[in-house]
């Protein structure tokens, strides 16, 4: 089983920025993917950023203003968040695939990121 944790979010006002990060523990051998997904109220979850050995991809939506990265050695995946707008709010999900396992899913409890003034 893998375990995400995530940490970050909260409120801030349009054109700010926000930092999240996701910790995957467990038995992470097979972890190759990770990345974000946000779900807004009345919404389908979709995909905000994911990041893996050698690629990242963003959402349009997202693409200039957000950044992912990930630091292997602490098997933990970043979200910076610059120019925040209203309908970047949402709540946050980390999201980790395991190609041992026909890329199953492992999903962190969710953050919530209010943009608001």
């Known amino acids: 089983q893998v375990q995400l944790v995530e940490s970050g979010g909260g409120l801030v006002q349009p054109g700010g920025s926000l930092g999240l990060s996701c910790a995957a523990s467990g038995r992470i051998i097979g972890i190759v993917t990770m990345g974000w997904y946000r779900q807004a109220p009345g919404k389908q979850r979709e995909m905000v950023a994911t990041i893996s050995s050698d690629s990242t991809h963003y959402a349009d939506s997202v693409r200039g203003r957000f950044t992912i990265s990930r630091d292997n050695a602490k098997n933990t995946v970043y979200l910076q968040m610059n120019s925040l707008k209203p309908e970047d709010t949402a709540v946050y999900y980390c999201?980790?695939?395991?190609?041992?396992?026909?890329?199953?899913?492992?999903w962190g409890q969710g953050t919530q990121v209010t943009v608001s003034s």
């Open positions: 999201n980790a695939k395991n190609v041992l396992l026909g890329n199953k899913d492992y």
